[in-house]
Every structure is written in C-alpha cells, then in structure tokens.
C-alpha cells in the first residue's frame, strides 16, 4: 500500500490513505519494515462523497475485495472508486473472467495462427455444489473428468509425459482458500470431512456453491529449489514488473497462494516489449516477454468483462 501511494504521489497526486478499520478513530502512525511509517486515517461519508478531515479525493482506489459485500459507506458515491464496486466478490466469478480471456486469447491465436490451448487452459463452472452433501458433487465429478479427458489428448498431442490435473477452487472470492488439486473424478466423490469443510467455507465466511473447474498448469520454475511461479504487475496497459510467489512446503502440481509462501521480486532485465530472437524460447528475456504477453491479454479481458458487468 505505501508503494502504491509512492507511486501516485511520484505521479503528482495527491494522497491519502482512509481506513474503515473501526480501531482508526484519529490519524494513526504505522511503522513499517523498511524503515518508513504509513498513515491511516478515519474515513467520513459527507453527502455522497468520501473525504478525511480537510481532505475531500477526485477517485477513491480501494483495497478492500468486497468478499464480505459493499459497506454501506461505499454506496452511491459522486466520485469516481477504482476498481469499480462490480469488480468485487460480492458480485464477480472467476468463471466470467475466465469467459472473457477464453475470448480474447482464441482471436489472439487466430492472428498468430496458434493452437489457443498454449495460452489458455480448459475450465468449466459448477453451479448449486454442497460440499456438505456428497449427493450434489455429480455435477462437480462430471466436469473434473471432462476436463482431465480434453488434457489427456492435448499432452498426448504435444509430448507432455506429466499426469494432468485440475484445480478445482470457488467460483467467488480469493486469498488462496477453497482451492484443491484432483487427478481424478473419484477424488472429489470421496472427500471426507476435512476436505469437505475446507472447500465448504472461504473468506469472510463465504459459503461456496459456485466452483470454477481449472486445467491444472504445472509450476516448473523455482527459486532456491522450492516451487515459485510468476505474478506480473501492470499498470494501466503497461507491464511494470512482478514478484515470484515461493512455497518450499508445495509441489509443482499444488497451490502455492497458502500460508508458509514468500515472495521474491522479478526483475525484469528488459522492458518485455519485444522478445529476442538471438535468445531460445525459455531464456530469461524470452520467458518474461512471454508472461507479459499473456498479462496484457489478461487485462484486456478484465476490461471486457467489467465493460460487460456495466452494461
């Protein structure tokens, strides 16, 4: 948060940071690693707008995901709030996005003359799951083994000698909960209770009903010999850099958003604009240019998808 507020201010902004936090009662100090502080501050509603004491915004950036639903102090603002109260979970699937880049990258490989699969792996969404009723997992068994099948026959059509998978995860919200890797259809027919609960509930106390089918990608980059896989940073169109998500406790078939990862920052060499073609596919430049790539197709149907949750 205050990176992001260094990087407004650099920008000639002028900011402040309002917190809904019911502890902040008056401007509050906090200390951070590196050495410098953050400040937060009350936030007030006055009319239709959001202010702080003597300081009323153009744009309110939130950094809140809305699991919990839209605070009353956030209704029917006059100023512009970033990301749009539709971006949040209260209201946004994983399996819309998904819609959305399933879109975009097929037109992008109709340009490139691609098979689409390379950039986008296969998904499918489950409606009306109780994970505490295994009498309602059909629907959920059904579409893990259509998606391993439709796998099976793109590695076999490119060599892949690894044993598919899928990751099945809530169709709403995030923060790494309500996420399981499954091999097979008679995974998810025989959870026990553990498993159940744990896929039963997510942040805020969500309970899942809508599950998003994923083809499971194997993460073979690593960082000091444990598991990372890269998250890329934009702002507006522009690909900025990103971090590698570590997890020494996971496998290259696991989920790594969990507690015991770290982060480590990637550092892009090269601006990412363009690839070089002195270099093979897999070397770093290469590598990275890929990822931005599939970062700006990303965000192109993020865009698409907000423009459609407005319509």
Not at 103 to 117: G, M, N, S
Not at 263 to 273: G, H, K, R, Y
Request: aromatic content about 8%; glycine content about 6%.
């Amino acid at each position: 948060m205050a990176q992001l507020a260094l990087i407004l201010k650099r920008a000639g902004m002028n900011v402040r940071i309002g917190s809904m936090l019911p502890e902040i009662t008056q401007p509050t100090k906090l200390a951070l690693p590196n050495g410098s502080a953050l400040t937060l501050e009350p936030l007030q509603r006055k009319g239709n707008r959001l202010v702080l004491d003597n300081f009323d915004p153009c744009v309110v950036l939130l950094n809140n995901d809305l699991s919990a639903g839209v605070p009353d102090i956030l209704k029917d603002l006059e100023q512009t709030t970033l990301p749009p109260l539709a971006a949040g979970w209260t209201t946004r699937r994983k399996s819309q996005h998904f819609g959305a880049y399933d879109r975009v990258a097929a037109e992008f490989a109709k340009l490139l003359d691609i098979d689409p699969w390379l950039i986008n792996p296969y998904f499918a969404s489950c409606g009306q799951v109780d994970f505490k009723q295994s009498a309602s997992e059909e629907c959920l068994a059904t579409n893990v083994d259509s998606i391993l099948q439709k796998v099976r026959v793109k590695y076999a059509e490119y060599g892949v000698k690894e044993a598919p998978f899928v990751i099945v995860k809530a169709d709403a919200g995030t923060y790494g909960m309500g996420i399981m890797t499954v091999k097979d259809a008679s995974e998810v027919r025989s959870l026990n209770r553990k498993q159940r609960n744990k896929m039963a509930v997510v942040k805020e106390g969500m309970h899942v009903s809508d599950v998003l089918v994923q083809e499971g990608v194997y993460t073979f980059e690593s960082i000091n010999d444990a598991v990372a896989e890269p998250v890329v940073y934009m702002v507006d169109h522009f690909v900025v850099g990103g971090f590698y998500r570590v997890h020494t406790g996971r496998a290259v078939d696991e989920n790594l958003n969990a507690p015991g990862m770290h982060f480590v920052p990637l550092a892009f060499d090269t601006s990412c604009i363009l690839p070089n073609p002195d270099c093979a596919p897999d070397d770093t430049p290469n590598r990275f240019y890929a990822y931005a790539v599939v970062a700006r197709i990303a965000l192109l149907a993020a865009a698409l998808e907000l423009e459609e949750m407005e319509a």
